[in-house]
């Protein structure tokens, strides 16, 4: 009897090591290509996959691929994913546009966001390695990956999923397979698309996009010996015989025809392939995610139905996966020491702490943390802060690099109202003293000028105990406006300003600016008087004047058009002593932002102005709306009070980066100069503007139709083009 029951447990005994060792049997790997952003077909793979149960033990990605397939690893939902896809947090990452709340008040009508550059470090030319800024694709990885990195140990091994990550070692020139170590690091490396974005330069290595020499990797899943590979290729066939047309369609030619040889379906080695239609959209096209996901949805559903009667052939068991809260808030409050460093020899970082008011320690707080990379880059003396966190989990670092000594960068606007336009902005930041010098320049057919300012590191903390910081500055201006151009009734040939002025900003939080000017101006009319004969401008002489200015500014706009959130509400007010008689000008302005009915979002503003008739004429208030008023025909609204109400508003036509926007504005006016205006007064004077609108990664390029009740122009067209370097 006894005997029957060794014997008994002895056959349990094997049935179990059986089982389990047909368990472990059972590892299926995902492999994921690049694509760049077709790569966010792969988000919708993932919700396909989780939906019908289909077993993920390993993922192994190459560029967006990578950047998907270890998001997914680290424990971030497909939900999560979706929701990043559609608030274009996704785009924003890639893109290198922070938005709007990322950056401080006084940056957030900066033209200058691009990444093209040319500057002079260590006494050599240097120029930006890549067309796209990187600043948010480190904060962005680091933030959705450092918790899941500190419950792993650094092990790829022991992540949510599995996970392996290819990039392209180009002094090498071999694949590179990242298996531990930072998870932000690896996705960055991976995702380095040659002349998009920086390459990646680390312990002698050149890193690029995995796709240079491995565009799906499954050879690199075979090398981890899983049972059965399922390979994604979210990369449209390359189609050799296709003119390429387009800024898309050449990175579309370098991704397809360079980066890699041979399409994704010639790879081999895999037990199952499908790829997901792209539907024709390029690998910038991140506008697209939506659609791209929802591709991706549909293809992984097919490939799950055909799966799940392939696993149930093989005998491989489907799985819902665990849950991954351990890996989302493994560091969330926990206590850290907070180091900051930087490879410049010359590098003070208690200068940089005490401006920020950083403590020594810091409790893990993604937000927080955020926040503080924030406020470092609003300093503009750094071009990239690379976060990490040690191996023992005890101390986080912020490695910061800096700007060369001296960075120009530039922008293009090309209208058929105003001709060209060229903007330059030349900066010098002084990180040893914490300063920073910046020469601004823009010249064109109507209006131009300069500007040079300086003054210390722009700074603020927020929540910080003292609300308010003191940015002295130093700034002297010129400007000029040329109406005299052909095919235009001019109402004036030119004017010319100067402006020296000592300026302190008070900094009252991150979205609330005060600004105190004092200096003088100097106005020089040209031949205002002679230009038309309706045109009522009282004695003008070219002067030096003493000014005041005050300026108090709050925006609370989260998001621009078309997804329009927040306010904001300023007001200027200048005194100006002219004649040893003080003159005035007032400006108050208000604007709020929210969604409309039927897809539509909104921007209603209010703009009055109440000003001194005997001011210089370049500060006389001006009407902003619409296009046709504002540029075609060089026109300002003088008059003593001016009251402007606009609603600008946004629908998506097609896709995301394609919009048509309206603009309806109502003035009125009291005590008009010019003599033509005079029928409106009691009235007032509308104007709608409606214009179609696509928004690239370099610019925007905008055709609009503008009409107005103004005697004389009740009608006409322009078209514009903006490009940011």
């Known amino acids: 009897m006894q005997n029957s029951k060794y014997l008994l447990r002895l056959i349990v005994g094997v049935i179990l090591i059986m089982i389990a060792q047909g368990s472990a049997q059972d590892k299926v790997a995902l492999v994921l290509s690049g694509g760049g952003a077709q790569g966010m077909a792969h988000i919708g793979v993932l919700k396909a996959f989780e939906e019908h149960n289909i077993p993920i033990d390993l993922i192994i990605g ?270 969330e409050g926990k206590m850290l020491a907070f180091i900051l460093e930087s490879e410049d020899a010359d590098f003070n970082p208690e200068m940089i702490r005490g401006k920020l008011k950083l403590a020594d320690s810091l409790r893990f707080n993604r937000q927080e943390l955020g926040d503080i990379i924030n406020d470092i880059y609003a300093t503009e003396i750094y071009k990239v802060v690379i976060p990490s966190i040690d191996q023992m989990g005890n101390a986080i670092t912020l490695t910061l690099q800096e700007e060369p000594d001296i ?22 930041p002084m990180s040893r003293f914490g300063g920073l010098v910046q020469f601004d320049l823009d010249f064109g057919n109507v209006s131009g000028g300069g500007q040079l300012a300086i003054y210390p590191v722009s700074y603020h903390r927020t929540g910080a105990r003292i609300p308010f910081s003191i940015r002295p500055a130093i700034e002297a201006r010129i400007s000029y406006h040329n109406y005299d151009l052909p095919a235009t009734v001019p109402l004036a040939d030119r004017i010319l300003s100067h402006e020296l002025s000592i300026h302190s900003a008070s900094i009252g939080g991150w979205n609330r600016q005060m600004l105190l000017y004092g200096g003088v101006r100097r106005d020089d009319p040209g031949q205002i008087r002679s230009a038309r004969s309706d045109f009522d401008f009282p004695e003008q002489l070219a002067q030096t004047m003493p000014f005041i200015r005050l300026v108090y500014k709050e925006d609370h706009i989260k998001r621009d058009l078309p997804n329009v959130e927040g306010w904001k509400i300023g007001f200027q007010s200048d005194w100006i002593w ?26 209603f503003r209010m703009d009055f102005y109440s000003g001194d008739r005997s001011l210089p004429i370049s500060m006389m208030g ?104």
């Open 407 to 428: 960075r120009t960068r530039g922008r293009i606007e090309i209208s058929s109202t105003s001709g060209l336009t060229l903007y330059t902005r030349t900066d010098m």
């Open 62 to 331: 190459s560029s967006a691929g990578a950047l998907v397939g270890g998001l997914y690893a680290a424990g971030v939902t497909v939900a999560e994913m979706y929701a990043m896809v559609i608030d274009g947090t996704i785009e924003h990452l890639f893109i290198g546009r922070p938005k709007r709340s990322d950056l401080p008040i006084w940056k957030r009508d900066e033209l200058y966001l691009g990444n093209l550059s040319l500057g002079l470090q260590n006494h050599q030319m240097v120029s930006s390695a890549g067309l796209l800024d990187d600043k948010l694709i480190w904060k962005g990885l680091f933030l959705l990956t450092a918790s899941a990195d500190y419950e792993a140990g650094w092990d790829f091994d022991s992540l949510y999923v599995p996970f392996r990550s290819v990039a392209s070692d180009l002094r090498k020139q071999s694949p590179i397979v990242f298996s531990s170590g930072p998870l932000a690091n690896a996705l960055r490396s991976s995702m380095s698309i040659p002349m998009i974005y920086s390459p990646i330069q680390q312990n002698g290595q050149v890193l690029v996009d995995g796709g240079v020499y491995v565009k799906l990797p499954v050879e690199i899943a075979l090398s981890e010996e899983p049972d059965f590979i399922i390979a994604v290729s979210a990369e449209d066939a390359p189609d050799y015989g296709t003119e390429v047309k387009g800024l898309g369609g050449m990175f579309d030619a370098l991704n397809s025809r360079i980066l890699a040889s041979g399409d994704s379906s010639d790879v081999r080695g895999w037990d199952y392939f499908f790829r997901v239609p792209t539907g024709g959209h390029h690998v910038l096209d991140f506008p697209a995610g939506e659609a791209l996901m929802e591709a991706g949805y549909l293809a992984g559903s097919k490939a799950a139905e055909d799966l799940l009667k392939i696993f149930e052939q093989r005998g491989i068991e489907t799985r819902s996966m665990p849950n991954r809260d351990a890996f989302r808030n493994a560091l």
């Open 622 to 725: 001006q009407l902003s709306n619409p296009e046709a008023l504002d540029e075609k025909y060089y026109m300002y609204m003088w008059a003593e009070r001016v009251l402007n109400l606009s609603l600008e508003t946004s629908h998506v036509l097609v896709r995301d980066d394609l919009r048509v926007e309206l603009k309806l504005s109502h003035s009125r006016f009291q005590d008009p100069v010019w003599r033509g205006l005079d029928q409106y007064e009691d009235n007032g004077l509308s104007a709608l503007d409606i214009s179609i609108n696509l928004f690239t990664i370099v610019g925007k390029l905008s055709v609009g139709w503008s009409f107005s009740e103004l005697e004389g122009y009740k009608g006409t067209s322009w078209t514009q083009i903006g490009i940011t370097l």
């Open 578 to 603: 002219q004649d040893e008689i003080v003159a005035n000008q007032h400006h108050f302005w208000t604007t709020k932002g929210s969604h409309l009915a039927f897809g539509w979002s909104g921007m």
